[in-house]
């Protein structure tokens, strides 16, 4: 009997991510499917087994889904339809299409956990959230301390999983009755926070010994090119986002709507043609740029890059 499940999340099929299911798929002797958000539509899997994100399956489970993008806010969900169909699984992993496991193996990733059977939940960033996390809010009516994780990818227990499932259910039932999107938790407030408070062990992925990952290699600032990670030395830590293509291009446009560092954004598109994109395609984007992002204006204007929110310049 397998008692592991890997769950590639992901709301689009293309080469690389297929490149990445196979590395998964042959890393250990596990469950594995693609955890697939079709709330839109149905998206093909290319012959890979799949957890179909559907409206029809949330509602199966009682999950809340008044608002769009509600599938890929909570990422807990899908792990909530895998348990329900690997249901003698003891361990479910969810890992996000841009995270890379920098080893030379996924294998040699998966070995780490060899013995941490005690442990119900795995996550990079878990602590504590201070008064000024942006989702404190949607958790602090249910416990005095909130806690906060970074979810591109985690490992759960099967028991965490029936505990969340049980809570999301309970909160859904008071959400129907007065929905407020605002206040609905995403996946790293809801599954920290509950787990923390509920007598739960949980770990961050840096307290099994030597670090997993850093602040520079796994973070939500800014997107790393796929073509700048293959030039890495193998440094065993994990790296978020790592995007390629038309997809790291609209990462790089979301974050210049936000910073408004059009300049930078240009340059940063002007220097991966050839590696991401062709010239023509980079003169294209270039146009998207300046026809959708405003530049920085008044004291946001006289910071340094860095210091903007998710700076543009982790790509350069």
Known sequence: MKETFIGLRTH??????????????????????????????????????KIGLTNAALDRLGLYRGFEGAAWRCGDYGLYLAKQKFDRCRFFWLIEHDVRLNFRSAAEFFELFRGADATDFFAAGLREADAHWFWRRSMSAHHARVHRCLFPIVRASARALDHLSGRRRALCAEAASAPAEALWANDEAFAATELMNGGFVCRDFNALGAPLYTKKSFSFEGPIAQSEFEKKEIDRLLYHPVLHGRHLFEKILRMTRSNG???GAIAIVRGLAGREWTAAEADGYVADVRAHCRPATGWRARLPRWLRRDATTRLG
């Open 12 to 49: 689009f099929v293309d080469e690389r991510v297929l490149r990445l299911a196979a590395e998964l798929r042959d890393a250990t002797d596990c469950e594995f499917a693609l955890v697939l958000d079709e709330t839109r539509s149905e998206i093909d899997s290319q012959g890979l087994p």
């Open 261 to 263: 560092d059009v300049d």
